[in-house]
């Protein structure tokens, strides 16, 4: 059995439920929070995540970071050697979508010249009526960067355990960025 950690960084705007997001995969989808405070720097979710179909395991450490401008200069430090990226947009937001590509840039600049894995995820999606970013534009433009594309809507509680399940299986064939940690120790 193998144990892997891995730090994952939550990123994109404000508001668009990072927090809310990290918080329901802590819980396994039992508990969402309805009212949440402004994130300052990065708020720290750790979970261990078995590999389907193996008996190996992530600990992920995901980094719930501030969407704000205002903490930008502290994610530098807190973002350093990245091992997976979730970027979150909201669905009825076509800025916050847009603004993934700077998340993207900057998350990816923590590790220049390594490939970064990772998925973008289009939350609110229980708010259809007011929708406006399109799941076939998302895909391509997650496509075009590598990276997997998921929508969930956290309200609902629906939040897609393989978009995680995903990540982690990928996450047993890369070496360099993760400490291995035989059997717990």
């Known amino acids: 059995m193998v144990k892997l950690a891995a730090k994952c960084i939550l990123a994109g705007d404000p508001a668009v439920g990072k927090t809310a997001l990290a918080q329901l995969f802590r819980s396994d989808g039992t508990h969402f929070q309805k009212n949440y405070t402004l994130t300052t720097g990065v708020d720290l979710v750790v979970k261990t995540v078995p590999v389907p179909d193996t008996g190996d395991s992530v600990e992920l450490f995901i980094f719930d970071s501030a969407g704000k401008e205002l903490f930008s200069e502290m994610l530098d430090k807190l973002w350093e050697s990245p091992s997976v990226l979730c970027l979150v947009y909201d669905v009825t937001s076509e800025q916050s979508f847009t603004n993934c590509s700077k998340w993207l840039e900057k998350a990816r600049s923590q590790i220049p010249g390594t490939t970064l894995p990772g998925v973008l995820v289009g939350n609110k999606t229980d708010l259809a009526g007011r929708r406006v970013v399109d ?40 070496a360099s960025p993760l400490a291995h940690l035989e059997d717990g120790s």
């Open 135 to 174: 799941m076939a534009q998302a895909q391509a433009w997650a496509l075009g960067q590598g990276l997997e594309c998921f929508e969930t809507s956290v309200v609902s509680k629906d939040v897609r355990e393989t978009m995680i399940c995903h990540q982690t299986k990928g996450l047993l064939s890369l």
